[in-house]
């Protein structure tokens, strides 16, 4: 089932008198319980295409569905139900403990208390970092701060996580533990749609794609399950 | 020595000292469809060829008993010879991309060809790096010398296939300003 799709999408931005295209008739599709991976080199736009595709920002041409609705008319609320934009980035100075943010962010969404905390030590143990409950942004490594923001992410049970250059700047023995955490959300139906700038961050994705100048290149949708003809009833045609 | 299969099989008898047809049989397990061998007898001629050229020799004693099974382990100068062998090999894959780069130059009035060349080599790229396989856990460095291989072979494979694809975006760039001097001079 297509999950999200892109159909030609454009963005400019403001660039001294003039202006400067990001993404040229850029089209996608993502199936439910996928894992997708977009590289692109430095200024490449795939940071916007992320924001686009999660519902952050509008693009300037084009449409953008998750689950067919037009993120145009509902854009704030199918990010706060289906689409889990990985935020690596925590307001820092809060203090707030690990599982201290992830229980906010629940309790903000009208959950009980004890309902949350449950469910927040449950995305911890999920993305393998119990361990770091009781610890503030500050005292995470880097692989476990990346871990840290998927388990915010996935504590809201999203369909879809977008998740933006998820092994940047993690140390290389950690780098595939997180490409292995995003691939077992793949096989638990939970789509992915991750960006790189480093080939290595391609591996276990079910497609990667190429941005550059704009423009998406690659298989930009999904394998369809192969169509099997159906055997011929004896004495007639097979239904249908 | 010319035959790649022959220094394919030093390699094996360097990694672990065996007899033929074990040879044979390391041989399909590690090489799979990359390097074929014409029969296990391909083995017994190979050997031949390295025993003669002093690169491995027969492991003392283990020609005894009723069923022999003579192992074979490499000598000094066929570890060194295929050391050699073996540096010569990253030229050689050097020599083979330049050649791709020197046969896609042509294209230059052509630069629609080059660009639909271009879209397979990234397409090729992108593929690669999909199927390398998420490395395991970390190992306590006892491996064995086939779980090496898949490890040394899926991190270069990564690794690799990045500057590919950059240096893929940069030719892009190149061909696609000769397309659009082309459609100006129209």
Not at chain 1, 40 to 46: K, P, V
Not at chain 1, 209 to 215: A, F, I, K
Not at chain 2, 76 to 94: H, K, N, P, T
Not at chain 2, 134 to 141: E, F, H, P, R
Request: glycine content about 12%; hydrophobic content about 40%.
């Amino acid at each position: 089932m297509i999950l999200l799709s892109l159909e030609r999408v454009g963005k400019r931005y403001p660039r001294g008198m003039g202006e400067r295209t990001t993404l040229r008739e850029v089209s996608l599709e993502v199936d439910s319980g996928e894992y997708v991976v977009v590289w692109g080199l430095r200024g490449s736009g795939r940071s916007t295409l992320l924001r686009i595709a999660a519902g952050i920002e509008t693009p300037d041409e084009g449409v953008v569905r998750f689950a067919g609705r037009d993120l145009a008319d509902h854009g704030i609320e199918i990010l706060g139900e289906g689409i889990g934009y990985c935020q690596q980035t925590h307001p820092p100075g809060q203090g707030l403990r690990v599982v201290e943010q992830l229980t906010v962010t629940l309790l903000a969404r009208g959950i009980a208390p004890a309902r949350a905390r449950t469910r927040a030590h449950a995305a911890l143990e999920r993305t393998e970092i119990a361990h770091c409950a009781t610890l503030t942004t500050e005292e995470l490594d880097s692989g476990d701060a990346v871990r840290v923001a998927l388990a915010r992410t996935l504590v809201a049970e999203p369909q879809l996580v977008v998740v933006d250059e998820p092994t940047s700047g993690v140390e290389l023995a950690d780098r595939d533990g997180i490409l292995r955490l995003l691939r077992s959300l793949a096989d638990e139906g939970i789509a992915v749609l991750a960006s790189t700038g480093e080939a290595t961050g391609l591996s276990g994705a079910d497609r990667t794609l190429v941005l550059g100048d704009g423009q998406l290149r690659g298989s930009l949708v999904p394998k369809l399950a192969p169509v099997v003809a159906l055997r011929e009833a004896a004495g007639g045609r097979a239904g249908g | 020595m010319r035959s790649i299969v022959n220094w394919a099989l030093l390699g094996l008898v360097i990694d672990r000292s065996s007899y033929a047809y074990e040879l044979a049989q390391r041989f399909e397990r590690t090489y799979g469809d990359a390097l074929a061998l014409s029969s296990v007898s391909h083995v017994y001629t190979a050997i031949g060829t390295l025993r003669d050229r002093g690169l491995i020799e027969e492991l003392p004693g283990t020609r005894e008993g009723r069923q022999p099974k003579p192992h074979y382990r490499a000598t000094e100068s066929g570890v060194a010879e295929y050391r050699e062998w073996l540096g010569g090999q990253i030229c050689e894959d050097r020599q083979r991309q330049r050649l791709f780069i020197q046969q896609l130059a042509a294209l230059s009035r052509h630069p629609e060809a080059a660009l639909e060349i271009l879209d397979r080599y990234e397409q090729a790229c992108l593929e690669e790096a999909c199927l390398t396989p998420i490395a395991a856990a970390g190992k306590d460095g006892r491996e064995r010398a086939g779980e090496l291989v898949d490890r040394l072979m899926g991190e270069e494979g990564r690794l690799a296939v990045g500057p590919k694809l950059e240096w893929a975006q940069y030719a892009r760039q190149q061909f696609q300003a000769l397309a659009d001097a082309q459609q100006r001079g129209r």
